[in-house]
């Protein structure tokens, strides 16, 4: 069986890849292990944010009264939750199957076994093609030592949890640990969250975390950080935690929660050099094999969805010759959807001072002076760094921003001063007048800010 591209895995970069090829007018076939759209769609983004929204509404309810409006919350229905969830995954996974239908690319479903020079066999079926892209994506990593179980879980085994549990320990302060988290605690749930690292969302800004911290705080999450776990015993009731401290925590659950690591088993074998178990590239996303290519969770970065559909349009047009512009992994938004969101794009204070030194400036505007923030009821704030005056890095924090990351990955991406952007008109009430009152005050014409 031949192709002009074979791609392995139908996750986020793989689809996309497969669906720009096909609009490009080259022959597909997409080789896919389980379902369509891969961790994203089935196991991470749609499903966690479906439970978030759920969460979202839970607070909304307890907090009520602060509108005048009576209403109580009698309990948690993990059942009705978890069909909701399904039924937003099932549709969305039935259109994408309706797209990959019309576009007219092959499906091969089973696991596909990288066994020579662009060349992938699928229980007993060799595909070849003058292109292979590899597209696998990754898995939740889980510590040496500490073993899964019923009790002991990674997000996927969170996600099919058939009961709320009493209370939870959080193994890891990243995006995944603060998302479910917040969820937790919104309904009901009592929760400590543990991170070897010293601050909660260790890649963010210091400003971020310290939000998140003290949010955490208000809502009643306890969060501690600098705290290496030494051991985790299970036993019929509980799971007990030790700290290096010699401190020990007990939780019905552990959420092991320490990052994912790349699906490249059995790819050194086909003679693609790895690094720490992801596929070494060039900027063109050119593995060692010529003719391979990799893109998604596989190729060290952020391991996003939508850094993985932008590799696969990448891959699939640099295929086709059409010169495609490197995707830049600076220019790439992330957002950790607690409670509150945050959201960031570009480098933090700490790594733009460590490259550009004296020629860094920030300026931040609390929400609190904001109005939608307040008639929201959130906290937070925007953070702005330039570098000579070019934004080169946004951070948000506060509920709903995810919602302004487009406007603030536009700014850093098209090397937009601060003077510049100062000049946008931002709608009143919104929250995105945040955002310009920060970029004002950079550009020295702070308004509703104290100086």
Known sequence: MTSDVVVLGGGSAGYATALRAAALGMPVILIESGNLGGTCLHRGCIPTKALLQAAETADSVREACRYGIEASMSGVSVDALRSYREAVVGRLHKGLRGLIDASGITVVYGEGQVTGPREVTVDGLVIQGDYLVLSTGSSPRVPAGIQLSDRVVTSDGALDLSYLPDDVIVLGGGVIGCEFASAWASLGVTVTVVEAQDKLLPGEDEFASKHLARAFRKRGIKTKTRAAVTEVIEDEDAVTVTLESGEQLEAAILLVAVGRGPNTQGFADAGIELQNGFVVTDERLRASVPGVYAAGDIVAGPQLAHRGYQHGIFVAEDIAECKPEVVDDRKIPRVAYSRPEVASVGLSETQARERYGN????????????????????????KVVAVEGEIAGLHLVGDRVSELIGEAQALVSLGVTAGAAAKLIHAHPTQSEALGEALMALAGKPFHVHV
Do not use: F, R, W
């Open 359 to 382: 020629s860094v400036e920030t300026a931040v505007y609390d929400l609190a002076g904001n109005g939608k923030s307040q008639i929201l009821g959130t906290s937070g704030g925007v």
